[in-house]
C-alpha cells in the first residue's frame, strides 16, 4: 500500500507540474482515490487503536499480578504497535495532501473553463 500510494502521489504531482489541464473525470477518478484511501485509514486507526487498547490491557495485567509470561506478549504487541503507528501517520498524511491535489486540480479546471 505504501509503495502504491507514493506512486500515485508522484504521478498527480507530475501532472500538476506539467500545468495540464484536467477533465471531470480526472477529479472524479481523484476523488475515488482519496474515498478508498480514507477507507484505509480508517480501519488502520481502527486496528492501531485496538492494539494500543490491548498493550494497555497486558501492561496492567502484569503491573498487578507480576505475571511473567505477559512480558513477551506484551513485547509483541508493542512491536506490532509501532509500525502500525507509522504506517497509519504516512496515510493521514498522505490522504491531507490528496486533499490539496484534489484542489488544485479543480482550480485549475476553474481557470481552464474560465480560459474558454
Known amino acids: 500500500m505504501h509503495k502504491y500510494l507514493s506512486d500515485y502521489m508522484k504521478q498527480?504531482?507530475?501532472?500538476l507540474e506539467e500545468n495540464r489541464s484536467f477533465t471531470e473525470t480526472?477529479?472524479?477518478?481523484?476523488l475515488d482515490?482519496?474515498?478508498?484511501?480514507q477507507h484505509e485509514r480508517l480501519i488502520h486507526f481502527l486496528v492501531t487503536m485496538l492494539f494500543a487498547i490491548v498493550l494497555f490491557l497486558v501492561l496492567g495485567a502484569f503491573l498487578m499480578t507480576e505475571a511473567m509470561f505477559l512480558l513477551p506478549l506484551l513485547g509483541l504487541i508493542l512491536v506490532l504497535l509501532v509500525p502500525y503507528i507509522f504506517h497509519y501517520y504516512f496515510l493521514e498524511n498522505t490522504v491531507?495532501?490528496?486533499?490539496?491535489?484534489?484542489?488544485?486540480?479543480?482550480e485549475r479546471m476553474g481557470a481552464s473553463a474560465h480560459q474558454s
Open 96 to 106: 491531507q495532501k490528496m486533499y490539496v491535489i484534489y484542489d488544485r486540480m479543480a
Open 12 to 15: 498527480m504531482n507530475r501532472l
Open 33 to 37: 482515490k482519496i474515498g478508498f484511501m
Open 26 to 30: 480526472d477529479l472524479q477518478r481523484h
